[in-house]
């Protein structure tokens, strides 16, 4: 299993996630400047968190035409398996390899708090059909710009072509609003056509020790990478 | 050629930041106004002559990656002769 993390300027989860892939596969993961051209066969790049480019422009929107872009959509177009995890998204979305837009939360805030995935019926993906549909993991999320936008017919799309990974989910007996940041359909994480590119706004990397709250990122994870070796 | 830029939420795309403002304008006692949206302005020399061609870079520019068109609309204005 071979698994790299790109970096680019302001990229801040880069190293909880390569602690985590390295917890997983027991190999430590390819670190990927954004200035790279080349990249060596790989199984699986992940696109981590962060303020990339100080989120200028637009969050995700300088990073997304960064050099190591053209690496990845190779390694897409062979096949590879790609994730995205909040700036990850963000840039996936800029980056045209995913559809629709990440928008300012509804409330204006940063929002950083646990929320709960539910697993969607969605198209083979190495990333969800580990699962059985309807699954809940508990995964925290931490972002100003994460809610989903997209046109109602692409939504529909999505939808009907099971490219919703997953979506929020409300915690037992709490209240409070369960979507965070007020994306459209509750979307928390959506799929590419052949579903090995996933764009998600929770931080797996974030909960993969007990001392963390949590161990759902680790699940999550550790099965996505058992899919994509089997 | 001076080429101002300016790009705006489409219609139907939540601006809370917009939404914010018109806040703060209500309690100031600012009453009338309404459809009140933010946006951004981008300012550069285009080195071309010929007008035509700086609309055309400009275009290029804003497709490519100075607007989000999901969500965003753009507007190029040319001031001639600066």
């Known amino acids: 299993m071979r698994t790299a993390v790109t970096i680019f300027p302001g990229s801040n989860c880069d190293r909880d996630m390569i602690i985590a892939l390295k917890k997983i596969t027991g190999k430590t993961p390819i670190k990927l400047w954004h200035k790279e051209t080349e990249v060596p066969n790989l199984d699986l790049i992940v696109i981590p968190g962060g303020f990339s480019f100080g989120d200028y422009l637009r969050c995700g929107a300088l990073a997304a035409r960064s050099p190591i872009i053209k690496s990845i959509k190779n390694h897409i177009s062979r096949g590879g398996a790609v994730l995205g ?146 | 050629m001076k080429v101002i830029i300016n790009i705006s939420l489409k219609n139907g795309v939540l601006d809370p930041e917009g939404q914010a403002i018109k806040n703060s304008l209500l309690n100031l006692g600012f009453k009338d106004f309404n459809n009140i949206r933010i946006g951004k302005q981008i300012i550069l020399d285009i080195d071309k002559i010929n007008k035509s061609e700086v609309l055309e870079e400009a275009n290029n520019m804003c497709e490519t990656i100075l607007a989000n068109t999901v969500i965003e609309n753009y507007k190029i204005d040319i001031l001639e002769g600066k």
């Open chain 1, 85 to 230: 995890v909040c700036n990850g998204f963000q840039i996936l979305i800029e980056a045209k390899l995913l559809p629709g837009s990440l928008i300012k939360n509804k409330k204006l805030l940063f929002t950083c708090k646990k929320t709960l995935l539910e697993i969607q019926n969605t198209l083979p993906s190495p990333f969800c059909s580990g699962f059985k549909v309807g699954t809940t993991l508990e995964i925290p999320v931490a972002h100003n710009e994460g809610n989903f936008f997209a046109s109602k017919e692409m939504v529909e799309k999505l939808e009907g072509e099971g490219r919703i990974a997953f979506k929020y989910k409300q915690i037992k007996n709490n209240k409070n609003s369960f979507n965070p940041n007020g994306s459209l359909n509750d979307i928390a994480g959506i799929l590419s056509k052949n579903g090995r590119v996933l764009g998600m706004m929770p931080h797996p990397e974030r909960v993969i020790n007990k001392f963390q709250g949590g161990i759902d990122g680790l699940k999550f994870l550790s099965t996505s990478i058992e899919h994509l070796v089997g």
